[in-house]
């Protein structure tokens, strides 16, 4: 796996076969774990302007590290936020989740080349960091953890995250303004 | 947060200059926090502070090293409003931030 910079703020990015595939599996899980709500209000103009049904947060802990409460001291102000906000955020990581699945969907030459625009590699950066957060928080990772021991059932996992750890760091760096 | 007005004047307090610019306008009593945790790059945060804030690299840079090493920094601030558009943003890049009156 390679990834270069563009002139224009893109990014080209290598993968083989085997990446490609697994990479595009996990985000299409993660597309349906975020996906807005089927419209659940009974309130046509909740939906119309996109008031979720949850005021309360989710009981995955995958999902409340993506969509944490805003307020720590104030359940009711966190809960209207919820309302309000949830939503749109899911929207928008499922709209990403979208373009890494269509952009992996191009990916064509004998390198395995993903050519992505600025945008899209903004989408690809964020998609991979929730993509981190939800196997992060399943598998319990810490501050301090490197790998578990040979018999932790988590150790295939922690491989995946680790590689996504160095497929997202890759590409900040190649996106990140150079210092003066 | 470090009450400045209780430092010795002959103390090197490097930090002075990064807390003062915190220091919150009387009109504006709300910021956003954005608090440490384990999966977030240190180079992604920076990257997220510079992006959506449009901080320079040194400014996104301590930032980021604030909430590394103390676990959490104001990144902002202002009135509720703006605070709360904050925070949806830092949630949508994944970063984890809360908004509360500036003590």
């Known amino acids: ?180 | 947060m470090v009450d400045v007005s209780l430092a010795p004047p002959e103390v090197d307090r490097p930090d002075t200059d990064r807390f003062a610019e915190s220091v919150v306008a009387p009109d504006r009593p709300w910021v956003t926090i954005v608090w440490n945790d384990p999966v977030n790059l240190m180079t992604y945060v920076t990257f997220v502070l510079q992006d959506y804030f449009g901080y320079d690299v040194d400014k996104a840079t301590s930032l980021m090293m604030q909430v590394h090493e103390e676990g959490r920094a104001v990144v902002s601030n202002g009135t509720r409003e703006e605070m709360e558009r904050d925070v949806t943003a830092m949630h949508g890049y994944g970063l984890w931030a809360t908004l509360q009156r500036d003590s």
Not at chain 1, 9 to 28: C, N, P, Q, S, Y
Not at chain 1, 77 to 94: G, M, P, V
Not at chain 1, 160 to 171: E, I, M, N, P, S
Request: glycine residues 8%; proline residues 6%; contains cysteine.
């Open chain 1, 1 to 180: 796996m390679k990834i270069r910079g563009t002139s224009g703020g893109g990014v080209r990015i290598h993968l083989d076969d085997d990446e490609t595939e697994a990479l595009k599996g996990w985000v299409e899980q993660l597309a349906e774990l975020v996906a807005p709500d089927e419209a659940e209000s009974s309130d046509p103009l909740a939906t119309m302007v996109g008031l979720g049904a949850d005021r309360e947060p989710s009981g995955d802990p995958a999902l409340q590290r993506l969509f944490p409460d805003a307020y720590l001291d104030d359940d009711e102000a966190a809960s209207d936020f919820r309302r309000y906000t949830e939503q749109d955020l899911r929207k928008d990581k499922a709209q990403r989740a979208a373009v890494v699945i269509a952009t992996l969907g191009e990916r064509s030459g004998r390198k395995g080349t993903v050519t992505l625009d600025a945008d899209q590699a903004r989408a690809w950066l964020g998609c991979l960091n929730d993509l981190r957060l939800v196997i992060g928080t399943r598998i319990g990772v810490t501050e301090d953890d490197q790998w578990p021991d040979e018999d932790d059932p988590r150790t295939p996992v922690f491989f995946v995250y680790h590689w996504l750890t160095y497929l997202q760091g890759t590409l900040v760096d190649a996106m990140s303004p150079r210092s003066p």
